[in-house]
């Protein structure tokens, strides 16, 4: 695992020196938006306009972030659209690898069929030779203008959310206007103390770090069952109505994960998902709508997080469990 600088690879772990043992995320730097029409969106330049079979994405099945991307691309009818490169699960020395010859063929990249890269790294100096930077997924990779529109989740969900629904005819809506202010509020929350919140707590190199983030985690988490025991979503609009929305996405990625690898591995262990009774129903509630469940894929989440963090895990020893129907809202 490492970084680009001025388009050089270097293998380095995240450097948690400057910050007396806390990890801090990098903001994601490439932040164009696809639009309908064409025309700029929220931040970056004008020009990356919804065409069907014009974007590429770059995912990690293991990776909580990528997965939201896939379960929109899901949700909103975008499969035939936007294609997907799939990496292997581990993430060594150059990074994330296209390997389609892993020796278990679970483990297999369905490779880059665009340029037949071995490395994502090569994907980020294809858009530019001096990038300097982590190279993360997701990516969402434009085949005209052959460059990155984007390698930050949250926004290309976003545009997943609207910018194509001429084209598939899908308008489901998860971020709607009205509930706004209300999903962007929750998110906030959600993103310091639970989704980054995991990272926080398996990435600290001091112990005070480490349980600050723990004990912040959980707080949230239990909150999170109190107000999942009173409405079906994670928003409500001013008439009580409950709106499945992107926050409950966002969520789930993350508790999906929780009880095979963030209470083991990252050290998230006070409690289990499936010990909270609403976080448990809201779960199942959410893996049992169509197509859900084919973005969720347990054995590269383990072998990821067990596999490639090695200064957490030496011996690269990837568990056996848990069973399946030990998860929350196993079905
Ligand atoms: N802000 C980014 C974060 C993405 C991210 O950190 N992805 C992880 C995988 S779970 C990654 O690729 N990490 C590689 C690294 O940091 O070197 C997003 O939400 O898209």
Redesign the pocket.
Known sequence: ???LINGQWHDQW?DTSKTDGAFQ????AIRHWITADGSAGPSGDAGFKAESGRYHLYV?L?????H??LIFRELKGLQEHISVSVVSPD?LSQ??EFDTEHPDPRFRSNGDELFNSRY?HQIYTRHKPDYSG?????VLWDKQRNCIVS??????IRMFNSAFDQITGNSLDFYPQALRADIDAINERIYHRVNNGVYKAGFATAADKYEAAVSTLFAELDQLDTLLAGQRWLVNDALGQSHLTEADWRLFTTLVRFDAVYFGHFKCNLQLIRDYPALSRWMKRLQKLPGVMDTVNLDHIKR?YYFSHDTINPTRIVPVGPRAGFLPGAL
């Not at 293991?62 to 990528?66: D, F, G």
């Not at 982590?134 to 997701?138: A, F, K």
């Not at 390698?151 to 290309?156: K, L, Q």
């Open positions: 695992m490492g970084l995240y995320r990098e903001d994601a990690s293991a990776c909580p972030w990528a939201r991307t993430m990074g994330w994502l982590r190279v993360t997924v997701p390698n930050e989740s949250s926004e290309i990821h």
